[in-house]
């Protein structure tokens, strides 16, 4: 038996025509452009979790050296991994403390950690440039915070207390910085 097929018709075999594939670009377009504020905000609030967590890993860190070697360990924000100065989200270093005081650095530091510039900014909650753990653990000074802010709005904090515990807190509705 044979059966014969018919070819389809060239209207049939089509593709897209120009003026669908435009409204489908622009729609994209429009869909793209709703949806970057909000993965921007995604973006903004992980890095403000990330450089949060790292600090509180790094003061984890001083305290431990200060309790192991038995000195004082100062940790200051720095812009340049070499000088102390008072935005924290710029990195921070940690080092022995030469002076009573910990404003100088001295010697070599013990660990420099610099962040890409960004948004955000963060600030000690004294306003004291920077944190130092005697040879005990504890924290020189009374209760002190660091916190992480951006476009006015608090991210996160790392709180450290007297006793030199080291926690990390992120607000459960927006607060003013």
């Known amino acids: 038996m044979n059966h014969l097929r018919s070819l389809p018709r060239p209207a049939a ?9 435009l409204v489908a670009m622009a ?15 995604t973006r903004d ?3 403000a979790d990330s450089l949060r967590m ?6 984890a860190t001083a305290r431990n050296t200060a309790i192991t070697e038995r000195r004082r360990i100062t940790v200051c924000p720095t812009d340049d991994g070499i000088h102390c100065s008072r935005d924290w989200s710029r990195g921070w270093m940690l080092h022995r403390a030469a002076t009573p005081s910990g404003q100088d650095p001295g010697q ?4 420099v950690q610099l962040q890409a510039r960004s948004r955000l900014s963060a600030h000690g909650s004294q306003h004291k440039p920077t944190l130092q753990f005697r ?3 504890q924290l020189n000074g009374s209760n002190q915070s660091v916190i992480f802010c951006l ?4 991210q996160g904090k790392v709180v450290v207390s007297r006793q030199g515990r080291i926690r990390s807190e992120r ?3 927006p607060e003013a910085c």
């Not at 075999?13 to 594939?21: F, M």
């Not at 070599?108 to 660990?111: F, G, R, W």
């Not at 476009?151 to 608090?154: E, N, T, V």
């Open 135 to 137: 040879p005990d653990g």
């Open 151 to 154: 476009d006015g709005s608090a």
């Open 108 to 111: 070599d530091p013990i660990l």
């Open 45 to 47: 609030r992980l890095q």
């Open 27 to 41: 729609v994209l377009g429009i869909l793209t452009g709703m949806a970057l504020p909000a993965m921007q905000q």
């Open 54 to 59: 790292q600090l509180a890993s790094a003061l």
């Open 171 to 173: 607000p459960r509705r």
């Open 13 to 21: 075999c089509a593709g897209v025509t120009l003026i669908q594939a």
